[in-house]
């Protein structure tokens, strides 16, 4: 495309400060600034999605769409209409100065009539986006394979009743695996899609568990055949659009992969929303991958407090992002991974800047938190009352425990002779959360 498709926008979004009232500019997102010895970029690996972006839009169930997406014309040519979006899609990302992004073959690839035209127009297109990393320097965070809005797909992909949508699924994947590879992504995701059940009446929970296992064996298997260097990642999430989502949280993912022998092969990509869908918060989800060596990647958004879906709105509070980034810090930053914007636009925000202020609010907001959340690295404060707290563990007691040395006979010995039990000790939450409110309150960092 000749012409811009933001013309409004000129140029790269610059960093202008907190001071600034320019609704086109960062207020605390400045890629360069150092924060623990490294650029606030690398520490965030911020990726844009082109899904919510560029392949809605705006339509809900009640209505049709209402945003401006002039490629979304079924009546063009496919592959016109591919190319179309594709030059925006860069267009955007390269005003907006993020160094990642990420989509599904579908997003950029027309059906066609067949597999084999599928694969050659994601093929070609793949070219063009070879050809457009090379002059941004944007580069892929994660490619992945869209299993779920096809109608061959309602019954799920791996966990089909039909092995013939097994295969298809893996076709697909096998492919989209290798255009990753050919993008230079670091990594391949797999988000469950519709792999769970409606009803259990019509489901075999013992077959679909082993056909689910039996495709990420092979999805691992065909990284290593090709091999691709990036990290295989697992995205959970507990409903929608199946009513039981297989991949519930992560602690549900991490548990199938080890009962199959897959937990070294895979990693997890934590979406907020998701956390939150699930009965966790997003900080829960993140600590739980991070203490338990499963954390990859991370798609950035927020739901509703009043509604119980996947709203995928821009995050906007630093309070919420605080401790996610935290626990990102203290686990040693991503190694891999990033922060994907997996967000998209109210339906009635149809200004196409729109898509820009969504993105910097939300980008200033992950920036803002990250400050924030190195200060309290940097503090030690919070850590080294954790540390304080489980201090008894290093005495000869909680390590002879540890140490496997005591029996459970001797630990009964050990209680009779003592003169008096264990005195419970205050759990100081409200103190915790003090420590962590003065950290978000000071601005010191931002000014
Ligand atoms: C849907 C998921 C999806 C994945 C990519 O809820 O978040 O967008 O991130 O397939
Ligand atoms: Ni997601
Ligand atoms: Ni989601």
Not at 233 to 255: C, F, L, N, R
Request: proline share 5%.
């Amino acid at each position: 495309m000749t012409q811009e498709f933001f013309p409004q926008v000129r140029g790269r979004i610059p960093f202008s400060g907190l001071t600034s009232s320019d609704p086109l500019a960062f207020k605390v997102y400045d890629p360069d600034r150092l924060v623990l010895g490294k650029r606030i970029e690398e520490h965030l690996r911020i990726g844009v999605c082109l899904w919510h972006s560029f392949v809605w839009d705006g339509r809900d169930m009640f209505g049709s769409g209402t945003l401006d997406r002039p490629w979304l014309d079924p009546a063009l040519e496919p592959m016109d209409a591919a190319r179309m979006k594709m030059a925006v899609a860069f267009e955007f990302l390269e005003k907006l100065g993020m160094p990642y992004y990420c989509f599904h073959d579908a997003d950029v690839a027309p059906e066609g009539g067949s597999f084999s035209e599928f694969r050659a127009n994601l093929d070609a297109l793949t070219d063009d986006a070879l050809g457009y990393q090379e002059r941004t320097g944007v580069r892929l965070l994660w490619g992945t394979a869209n299993l779920f809005s096809h109608p061959r797909y309602q019954a799920g992909a791996s966990t089909n009743p039909d092995p013939g949508v097994f295969a298809y699924a893996a076709a697909q994947v096998c492919h989209m695996l290798e255009v990753t590879q050919r993008l230079g992504g670091t990594n391949y995701v797999l988000w469950g899609g519709r792999e769970g059940y409606d009803t259990l009446l019509n489901t075999d929970l013992r077959r679909e568990g082993k056909q689910l296992a039996r495709f990420l064996h092979l999805v691992a298997e065909h990284k290593a055949r090709i091999g691709f260097e990036g990290t295989l990642m697992i995205e959970p999430k507990p409903q929608e659009p199946t009513k039981h989502q297989y991949d519930y949280d992560s602690a549900t993912v991490h548990g199938f992969l080890a009962r199959h022998g897959l937990a070294d092969e895979y990693k997890l990509n934590i979406e907020a929303n998701h956390a939150t869908l699930a009965g966790h918060s997003f900080h829960h989800e993140v600590a739980y991958a991070m203490a338990n060596g499963m954390f990859g990647s991370v798609d950035a958004n927020r739901g509703d407090p009043q509604n119980g879906w996947d709203t995928d709105q821009f995050p906007n509070s630093v309070d919420d992002l605080v401790m996610p980034l935290y626990e990102v810090l203290k686990g040693g930053g991503f190694t891999t991974g990033g922060f994907n914007f997996d967000a998209k636009l109210r339906r009635q925000s149809t200004d196409r800047v729109d898509l820009f202020h969504a993105h910097i609010g939300g980008i200033d907001t992950l920036a803002k938190a990250l400050l924030v959340a190195a200060d309290m690295i940097e503090d030690g404060e919070l850590a080294s009352m954790v540390e304080q707290r489980y201090a008894g563990w290093s005495d000869p007691l909680g390590a002879s425990i540890l140490a496997g040395e005591v029996s459970l006979e001797d630990l009964a010995a050990h209680v009779e002779a003592a003169e008096a039990g264990p005195r419970p000790v205050s759990g100081q939450q409200e103190l915790y959360e003090n420590v962590v409110n003065r950290h978000v309150w000071a601005d010191s960092r931002t000014s």
